[in-house]
């Protein structure tokens, strides 16, 4: 029963996936076949043929040793959400917070833009496992893609290859599985003509499948990130009792050798992977803290027997935001993409070095798109160029990432892009409260999707692009883990980005962050102060460690201060966002926010 062309033996035993394979490629006619084992000889060929071809170009291998310059089509260089569909069968399941298409339209308007779409390509069969490959809490899929570039960054970002095959392989042995029961996640992708006229991101979460034509951008063509990871993970968590985050997961050791972990949504290019991967300033590295990176985009979690909630990350590298990453920001970013690292759309130096603005004060040679630098252009480095490189490389990454069982998470913590109202850091009073307060983000976008800059949204919980079905049942899913026997996280809220009159950042960020996050831990062992306010419990500046920060009294002010009547109009703009989902909206969430907004 070998369906494949001569020469292309399928390495599995699976009948379903070598079903799924031949099925795919009668439609989409490729030249050949590659299954992808994941090894090094395999990684140094694909890396070969696209030297050879022009997807990628060297870069100074004296400085940055197995690096690698690529450069986007100039009209594929970010997450297209206007274009990215939830299909399920009924229209309120996808909810009002997604695009939605019936699963009978969009396969047939998929396999349209399919159907001979490889033609002289090569169809990869991607296996991947996301989470460590041992993990009870780790899933696997596979992605078809004719693109060498997303298989090669599938290879950093997920376990992919031989063991993740046999896993996969293991699971569908034991449930017997049917072609349209598969317990693996089936992505299918093609970088198309690259059309954005022709590009859509479908997702099929009752069918654990993935359609993507017509883009060769990390989020949109790299299927386990968040596709899988989070859209059809979100769904399956929600039937399953788990939840699949937009976060970053952190391990902070106090002078004691305790390591408390958090979990952080913040939305896209708002400090997730800066948070992960902070250093503390010299004064808390001289009494003993550490910080340890667990993951900086995706947190998987559920309560562990004792209550609590344990979490991995299913990824296994970074791909991150390059401009503004540099060695006084992110010194454990910078020195993870020294090698081996895959960069997209950034500049380059005279001597052939990747570049971005906020690296440093030297003066690229080439912008992202080639042309020589001319300021006139706009920036050298396109504001949502990324770096892609294994968590390994990274000096802070943990050997708990590891952990199959995860790491148990002490705090959550939301947090947005808000230059005006919202202060540093507050404290929710109890599990719904913080549920409410993750439900109301608010974040203002930016480059990580197509489309305006800067304009301030509803972003629940970083998932707003993200979250496979109705917001109001995902909240209802969040409010269902406050049960008996549970010992959830507490759950704060920060904002790194209040500006002040003079439109400049009041917090000094990135590693002061620290400061903000020792308050937390103290609040999680009962130790340290706050007032309680309408929003919460809010520090003072006495019970935040400040030595060494300078604030001028407008800081001071606008960090740790309530407004009440600016807070007014902010619970009246949640309140209209919330009744938007209509009866669906869990009533205590509802009674939640009435009970706050009453009393504004
Ligand atoms: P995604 O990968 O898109 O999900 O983004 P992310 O949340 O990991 O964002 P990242 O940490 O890459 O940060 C994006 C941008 O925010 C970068 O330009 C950072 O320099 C900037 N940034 C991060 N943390 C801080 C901070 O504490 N203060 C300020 N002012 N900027 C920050
Ligand atoms: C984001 O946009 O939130 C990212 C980058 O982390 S991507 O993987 O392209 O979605
Ligand atoms: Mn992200």
Redesign the pocket.
């Known amino acids: 029963m070998n369906a494949f062309p001569k020469d292309h033996q399928a390495p599995t035993t699976l009948d379903a996936l070598n079903a799924w394979v031949a099925e795919v490629a009668r439609l989409t006619q490729p030249a050949r076949i590659q299954w992808c084992d994941g090894s090094d000889s395999e990684y140094a060929e694909l890396i070969a043929e696209m030297q050879a071809d022009g997807t990628l170009l060297p870069l100074n291998a004296d400085t940055h040793p197995g690096s690698w310059l690529h450069r986007s089509d100039p009209e594929d260089v970010a997450r297209v959400e206007h274009l990215t569909f939830v299909c399920t069968s009924d229209r309120d399941d996808a909810g009002p917070n997604n695009h939605w298409m019936s699963p009978a339209d969009a396969h047939a308007k998929m396999d349209e833009l399919f159907a001979g779409c490889m033609r002289g390509r090569t169809l990869y069969v991607v296996p991947y496992c996301m989470g460590p490959i041992d993990s009870p809490l780790a899933r696997c899929g596979v992605e078809i893609t004719d693109s060498a570039y997303v298989v090669a960054n599938m290879r950093i970002m997920t376990r992919m290859g031989a063991a993740a095959l046999a896993r996969i392989e293991r699971e569908g042995r034991l449930h017997d599985s049917g072609l349209h029961n598969s317990v693996f996640v089936r992505g299918l992708h093609s970088i198309g003509e690259l059309d954005p006229d022709r590009r859509f991101i479908m997702h099929f979460p009752e069918e654990l499948a993935i359609k993507s034509y017509g883009s060769g951008y990390g989020?949109n063509a790299l299927l386990g990130k968040k596709c899988h990871a989070l859209r059809i993970a979100s769904h399956q968590a929600r039937k399953e009792g788990w939840l699949a985050e937009?976060m970053?997961i952190v391990g902070i050791e106090n002078p004691q050798g305790e390591i408390h972990y958090i979990a952080a949504a913040?939305?896209?290019?708002?400090?997730?992977?800066?948070?992960?991967?902070l250093i503390p300033p010299q004064s808390y590295r001289e009494k003993g803290w550490k910080v340890w990176t667990v993951g900086?985009?995706i947190c998987w979690m559920r309560p562990g027997a004792d209550g609590r909630l344990y979490a991995i990350n299913p990824e296994a590298g970074?791909?991150?935001?390059a401009?503004?990453?540099?060695a006084q920001?992110?010194p454990n970013?910078l020195e993870s993409v020294q090698s081996n690292t895959i960069f997209t759309n950034v500049g380059v130096t005279d001597d052939n070095q990747p570049w971005w603005e906020?690296l440093d004060d030297r003066v690229p040679a080439k912008d992202w798109q080639g042309r020589d630098y001319d300021k006139a252009n706009g920036p050298a480095a396109h504001p949502?160029s990324?770096f892609t490189v294994s968590a390994r490389q990274c000096p802070s990454y943990s050997s708990h990432a590891e952990d199959p069982q995860g790491v148990p998470i002490s705090a959550i913590v939301f947090g947005g892009?808000r230059a005006s109202l919202v202060p540093l850091v507050f404290e929710a009073r109890d599990w719904t409260h913080g549920v409410l307060i993750g439900a109301s983000m608010g974040s203002e976008t930016?480059a990580?999707a197509t489309g305006a800059v800067g304009v301030m949204r509803r972003d629940p919980m970083?998932m707003k692009p993200f979250c496979g079905y109705n917001f109001a049942d995902y909240f209802a899913h969040w409010l269902s883990f406050d049960k008996p026997g549970a010992n959830l996280p507490k759950v704060f809220h920060v904002n790194?980005?209040r500006k002040g009159d003079d439109g400049k950042?009041l917090?000094?960020?990135?590693g002061?962050?620290m400061r903000v996050i020792e308050w937390m831990v103290g609040r999680v062992k009962g130790e340290v102060g706050a007032v309680d306010t309408l929003i919460g419990a809010l520090p003072q500046a006495e019970h935040v460690n400040l030595d060494g920060v300078e604030l001028s009294p407008e800081a001071r002010d606008k960090l740790f201060g309530f407004d009440p009547d600016g807070w007014r109009g902010e619970f009246e703009d949640i309140g209209t966002f919330l009744s938007g989902f209509g009866p669906r909206m869990p009533r205590a969430l509802l009674e939640e926010h009435q009970s706050k907004a009453a009393a504004a």
């Open positions: 989020g937009h970053l913040f939305p896209s290019a708002c400090g997730k992977t800066n948070l992960a991967m900086d985009d970074f791909f991150g935001v401009p503004g990453t540099s920001s992110n970013a906020g949502n990324r892009r930016t990580a970083a790194w980005f950042f917090w000094p960020g990135f002061d962050n």
